[in-house]
């Protein structure tokens, strides 16, 4: 009987990946840094146990629901995603369900490391182009896409609870952060952000942009 859990080696390997892909491009110093760091940590840690070390959700989810995973291959990988299961989709079905999430976290990777190259690249001036011309935080868009191709990928009971918490720790560090830039660039910042969203862009602006270029081309 086919059993692919326990694969701890495997645990450790994703868990040092992501953990220091994402400690390399948000790198914390302040004390709130690394408490939201924390909590990224321990999303990851619960994701990745769960996904190829020991399927808690998928037991737990199982046994409430009374759902019958089959006696051929019960302990075979593709058996412990939760929304495959849930909804009885075909195997085929929970491997497109798991491309897709694999598909918006490379989405995240792109826009979080994009970010970090124009930061990076300023060497301490403000940035307003590029992908800051779109939205203030393209860093923790990137996060919140990573995390949420994860949930979509391989969710679990843990990291559906976890990711709240992370959000609001996020929402609440680039506020902070928001203060620090005033401070540092006072009004051009102020202005800065009236005009562009936090971590979305957004459609109206956009719009209204093509409005009044068309309006100005005749």
């Known amino acids: 009987m086919t059993y692919d859990y326990s694969l701890w080696i495997v645990v450790l390997m ?13 790198k914390p110093r302040k004390k709130t840094e690394w ?46 995603h939760m929304w495959g299961t849930l909804l009885r989709l075909p195997e085929l079905g929970t491997l497109l ?8 976290m490379l989405g995240g990777l792109i ?8 930061i990076h690249r300023a060497r301490g001036e403000l940035v ?27 969710p679990t009971l843990i990291t559906v609870i976890m990711w709240p918490i992370l959000m609001v720790k996020y929402l609440r560090l680039a506020k902070s952060e928001e203060q620090d830039m005033i401070e ?21 602006r956009r719009l209204d942009r093509h409005a009044t270029a068309f309006t100005e081309g005749e």
């Open 14 to 26: 994703n868990v040092v990946f992501f953990g220091m892909f994402i400690y390399g491009f948000l």
């Open 35 to 80: 408490r939201s760091m924390g909590v990224v940590t321990a999303f990851i840690v619960a994701l990745f146990t769960e996904m190829y070390g020991f399927p808690l959700t998928i037991y737990l989810v199982v046994s409430y629901f009374g759902i019958n995973l089959g006696p051929a291959e019960p302990f075979a990988h593709v058996q412990g």
């Open 97 to 104: 369900v798991c491309q897709i999430g694999s598909t918006v």
């Open 111 to 118: 826009v979080m490391g994009l970010g970090w190259r124009q």
């Open 128 to 154: 307003t182009s590029g992908l800051y011309r779109y939205i203030r935080h393209p860093q923790y868009t990137g996060l919140f896409l990573i995390t949420v191709g994860m949930l979509i990928q391989w």
């Open 184 to 204: 540092a660039f006072g009004e051009n910042y102020v202005e800065y952000r009236k005009q562009v969203p936090a971590f979305f862009p957004s459609l109206s």
